[in-house]
């Protein structure tokens, strides 16, 4: 976590009412949240401040989300993240990747929620 006591999401997703819509809920409840509409801007956020946290789109204009996946898989860096799809993730996507948690859109926002704020929840301190 970051020295502030703020949790940090990273949306990627390419449809603006989506992100408008989310981005305003999370603020609402304490969480930074960094929109990214491509895999390439996406992996210029996470190099730039690594997020606690990705919410992701799979249908991205450059790249998929699964594509996004694998390459920081293959920087070895693992970050929890939340698949949203309005295309059908096949099973064994879901089993390579293990994400948090996968929604189907269109979703109800408050599924959405009910994900990303127990996943935002400080760590509890260390002994």
């Known amino acids: 976590m970051t020295e502030s006591s703020s949790r940090h999401v990273l949306l990627v997703e390419d449809d603006g009412s989506l992100c408008r819509v989310v981005t305003r809920n999370l603020s609402s409840r304490g969480v930074d949240v960094r929109t990214a509409t491509t895999v390439s801007d996406a992996l210029r956020a996470i190099a730039e401040s690594r997020p606690d946290l990705i919410v992701l789109d799979i249908n991205l204009p450059d790249r998929s989300g699964w594509e996004l996946l694998r390459v920081l898989h293959s920087r070895g860096i693992d970050i929890p993240t939340i698949v949203i799809s309005a295309a059908r993730c096949a099973p064994e996507r879901l089993a390579e990747f293990q994400p948090l948690a996968y929604l189907p859109k269109p979703f109800p926002l408050d ?12 760590a509890a301190p260390s002994n």
């Open 111 to 122: 599924a959405l929620l009910r994900l990303v704020m127990p996943a935002m929840a400080p």
